[in-house]
């Protein structure tokens, strides 16, 4: 199991940045992608943006594209994802989680993420 802690959310305004880090304990070598969720009030959790153990891969929605940037230090074990030019529509509880399957490429099933963290809240204002 890889146990996962979130922090860096807040209340910023639009067009302004965040960067939210995750912190890995446990069995982190098994964590093959790492990627970083958001749900908002009435919706559900959707993919925001992943990336592999290597770095070599990423995937970002196309609500974000431009915007955000995953990234992560092996050697901290820690997650980070960049927010920059943020919206309202940001808004929502944001979760990193981990993958320990061995797959080709990214996968941006939601289930198929084993561990998650407890979320940390951003909120956009306009």
């Known amino acids: 199991q890889v146990l996962l802690v979130e922090s860096g959310g807040g209340l910023v305004q639009a067009g302004g940045s965040l960067r939210l880090s995750c912190a890995a304990s446990?069995?982190?070598?098994?964590?093959?992608?790492m990627g970083w969720f958001r749900q908002a009030p009435g919706k559900e959790r959707e993919i925001v943006a992943a990336i592999t153990s290597g770095g070599g891969l990423t995937y970002y929605a196309d609500s974000v594209k431009g915007r955000f940037t995953i990234s992560r230090d092996n050697a901290k074990k820690t997650l980070y994802l960049q927010m920059n030019s943020l919206k309202p529509e940001d808004t929502a509880v944001y979760y990193c989680?981990?993958?320990?399957?061995?797959?080709?490429?990214?996968?941006?099933?939601?289930?198929?993420?084993?561990?998650w963290g407890q979320g940390t809240q951003v909120t956009v204002s306009s």
């Open positions: 446990g069995r982190t070598s098994s964590a093959t992608v």
């Open positions: 989680a981990a993958d320990r399957t061995i797959r080709l490429g990214i996968t941006t099933r939601r289930d198929d993420y084993d561990d």
